[in-house]
């Protein structure tokens, strides 16, 4: 532990983050949550992903790493060029946009003291440490709650601050075995599966923002700030997808929802099916069979008496093999206009070319280039949604380590010197 440094004051900071209207190429724009202020505490995918909407959103957000080492996402592929750099990650680069950057040793002092002056005027705190961390360090929300009543704390953790797992350390694949998605997903015959990549810590980022944002407008109404308790656990149990019905279901009849058998429970074509170029998928329903008659150019099949019992999967074989002929006469594209054009849904399955080029979304400008000072130009997933009248902007790269320690600390009366002996002594 080095020794308390003293610090200069809160309102040149204040100030600065009170500022007006954002200025986004000398043109002022107002964004929804232009006037939150926001310090992050969190790393790896869901606490960081939970701040990104939000800044997404226009909030003003400070994110404080570790001198030296950073966010771990730092060190998560893919990487530019594969290399394995700081400052080329993908993920931390998607993750962290529209946030400020600033290293904070917590387990100093100083680092201590200059976290909580930082928070004494923001309206939010996230957090993603195990539980009990940011206690032990002074951080927690009743003792930044003493000096700041409207703060709203949120605090991200496998299982919860509560409860008999608490303290149980887990990864995606624990979640995901917890939380009941695996036994939903996979092969009925075969293991239960996880979802791919990290989905489950995504969407407990998304869950985590949503609930920030109920606390926050609770204060902005009451002038009273709480605790937000977010379990990653618990976002898999409640999450709004099939097995919340199958949930239901068991807790109604005590019957389980089996996984489903591969290929759908009908003759009717469901899932991917191979083309010229590729795979389309295909889900339809039983009552669709003219339509999906037509669509193969044999209208005659539609009173076809072997086909009248659309659930008999003994004739889903012969389906499967008009359709599949069908396809491999087709390209990707020409498959789904044509089953489009005869009411049937039926897409391709894109590859990652695939989806950078596909008309839809350059129509729409989903993706965004970025100029990072390390990563140079780069193209990211923009905004999902369109906001009319404060459409949703890239404001700011990621930023590199430290990136941001001049501006913000500056701000708070920190000279040059000041940081240079800050920096010398390990604090940020």
Same mark, same amino acid.
């Given at each position: 532990?080095?020794? /308390?440094?003293?610090?200069?004051?809160?309102?040149?900071?204040?100030? @600065?983050?009170?500022?007006?209207?954002? /200025?986004? /190429?000398?043109?002022?724009? &107002?964004?929804?949550?232009?006037?939150?202020?926001?310090?992050?505490?969190?790393? *790896?995918?869901?606490?960081?992903?939970?701040?990104?909407?939000?800044?997404? !959103?226009?909030? /003003?957000?400070?994110?404080?790493?570790?001198?030296?080492?950073?966010?771990?996402?730092?060190?998560?592929?893919?990487?530019?060029?594969?290399?394995?750099?700081?400052?080329?990650?993908?993920?931390?680069? #998607?993750? +962290?946009?529209?946030?400020?950057?600033?290293?904070?040793?917590?387990?100093?002092?100083?680092?201590?003291?200059?976290?909580?002056?930082?928070?004494?005027?923001?309206?939010?705190?996230? &957090?993603?440490?195990?539980?009990?961390?940011?206690?032990?360090?002074?951080?927690?929300?009743?003792?930044?709650?003493?000096? +700041?009543?409207?703060?709203?704390?949120?605090?991200?953790?496998?299982?919860?601050?509560?409860?008999?797992?608490?303290?149980?350390?887990?990864?995606?694949?624990?979640?995901?075995?917890?939380?009941?998605?695996?036994?939903?997903?996979?092969?009925?015959?075969?293991?239960? !599966?996880?979802?791919?990549?990290?989905?489950?810590?995504?969407?407990?980022? !998304?869950?985590?923002?949503?609930?920030?944002?109920?606390?926050?407008?609770?204060?902005?109404?009451?002038?009273?700030?709480?605790?937000?308790?977010? =379990?990653?656990?618990?976002?898999?149990?409640?999450?709004?997808?099939?097995?919340?019905?199958?949930?239901?279901?068991?807790?109604?009849?005590?019957?389980?929802?089996?996984?489903?058998?591969?290929?759908?429970?009908?003759?009717?074509? =469901?899932?991917?099916?191979?083309?010229?170029?590729?795979?389309?998928?295909?889900?339809?329903?039983?009552?669709?069979?003219?339509?999906?008659?037509?669509?193969?150019?044999?209208?005659?099949?539609?009173?076809?008496?072997?086909?009248?019992?659309?659930?008999?999967?003994? @004739?889903?074989?012969?389906?499967?093999?008009?359709?599949?002929?069908?396809? @491999?006469?087709?390209?990707?594209?020409?498959?789904?206009? &044509?089953?489009?054009? #005869?009411?049937?849904?039926?897409?391709?399955?894109?590859?990652?070319?695939?989806?950078?080029?596909?008309?839809?979304?350059?129509?729409?400008?989903?993706?965004?280039?970025?100029? #990072?000072?390390?990563?140079?130009?780069?193209?990211?997933?923009? *905004?999902?949604?369109?906001?009319?009248?404060?459409?949703?902007?890239?404001?700011?790269?990621?930023?590199?380590?430290?990136?941001?320690?001049?501006?913000?600390?500056?701000?708070?009366?920190?000279?040059?010197?000041?940081?240079?002996? !800050?920096?010398?002594?390990?604090?940020?």
């Amino acid at each position: 532990m080095v020794d /308390e440094y003293p610090g200069f004051g809160w309102a040149p900071y204040s100030a @600065m983050l009170r500022r007006g209207p954002l /200025e986004l /190429e000398g043109a002022p724009m &107002e964004q929804p949550l232009s006037d939150l202020k926001i310090l992050d505490f969190t790393h *790896a995918i869901a606490g960081p992903y939970c701040t990104k909407l939000l800044a997404d !959103l226009g909030a /003003e957000v400070v994110k404080i790493e570790r001198p030296g080492i950073g966010d771990p996402a730092r060190a998560m592929a893919p990487f530019l060029h594969d290399d394995p750099h700081p400052e080329k990650s993908g993920l931390f680069l #998607h993750l +962290n946009t529209n946030k400020r950057g600033v290293t904070l040793d917590l387990k100093t002092t100083s680092g201590q003291s200059l976290a909580r002056t930082l928070a004494q005027e923001v309206d939010a705190v996230v &957090e993603s440490f195990r539980p009990g961390v940011m206690a032990s360090l002074g951080l927690d929300y009743e003792a930044l709650g003493r000096d +700041n009543p409207r703060l709203v704390y949120a605090s991200i953790s496998n299982f919860g601050q509560t409860g008999p797992y608490r303290d149980y350390k887990a990864t995606e694949i624990v979640i995901a075995a917890m939380g009941w998605e695996m036994y939903s997903c996979g092969q009925p015959d075969r293991e239960p !599966l996880k979802p791919g990549a990290t989905v489950l810590q995504f969407q407990g980022g !998304l869950i985590a923002a949503v609930a920030t944002m109920g606390a926050l407008t609770y204060a902005r109404r009451t002038g009273q700030g709480q605790y937000v308790d977010v =379990s990653l656990m618990e976002t898999q149990a409640g999450t709004i997808d099939r097995r919340y019905q199958s949930l239901l279901r068991y807790q109604y009849s005590g019957e389980y929802t089996k996984r489903a058998v591969p290929g759908g429970m009908s003759i009717m074509p =469901s899932g991917p099916y191979p083309c010229a170029d590729g795979f389309v998928r295909f889900l339809t329903l039983p009552q669709w069979w003219p339509r999906l008659c037509e669509m193969l150019g044999q209208p005659q099949l539609a009173s076809d008496p072997r086909f009248a019992n659309r659930y008999n999967v003994e @004739m889903k074989g012969e389906v499967d093999a008009l359709v599949m002929a069908w396809c @491999m006469e087709r390209g990707k594209v020409k498959c789904a206009t &044509e089953a489009q054009s #005869h009411g049937i849904p039926c897409l391709p399955v894109n590859t990652a070319e695939d989806l950078l080029k596909d008309p839809q979304i350059q129509e729409r400008g989903f993706f965004v280039e970025v100029e #990072h000072p390390v990563m140079g130009k780069t193209k990211l997933p923009g *905004a999902p949604y369109k906001l009319k009248q404060s459409p949703w902007a890239l404001r700011r790269p990621a930023p590199t380590l430290g990136q941001h320690n001049a501006e913000v600390l500056g701000a708070l009366g920190y000279g040059p010197d000041d940081l240079v002996r !800050l920096r010398g002594l390990g604090v940020i």
